[in-house]
């Protein structure tokens, strides 16, 4: 299973998921509205839930950036089974 800890960032409206193994492996990948869902799978998912404007992957670790009005406690659970499931657990 993935360990998944999610981590506060200075920007209020983005959240770190802190992996326990890489998140990708290429240098970074940066999902953003308008991307191509084949360019990261995992970014397409989180894209679907709504309210959501960046997903950037790197090293061990996750970021995603919410709109304003986006609720950290419904979307927290959602992102954290959609990365459990992508990594296969």
């Known amino acids: 299973m993935v360990a998944i800890t999610p981590t506060p ?11 326990d ?3 990708t492996d290429r240098r970074t990948e940066t999902f953003r509205a ?18 959501v404007t960046n997903v950037f992957l790197t090293a061990d670790f996750v970021s995603v950036t919410v709109e304003d009005a986006a ?5 927290l659970p959602a992102i954290t089974s959609i990365i459990e499931e992508h990594f296969g657990e």
């Open 21 to 23: 193994r890489p998140a």
């Open 71 to 75: 609720q950290w406690g419904s979307m």
């Open 34 to 51: 308008g991307s191509d869902p084949a360019d990261s799978p995992l970014g397409a998912q989180i894209f679907a839930l709504g309210g």
């Open 9 to 19: 960032t200075p920007n209020p409206n983005a959240l770190k998921f802190q992996l």
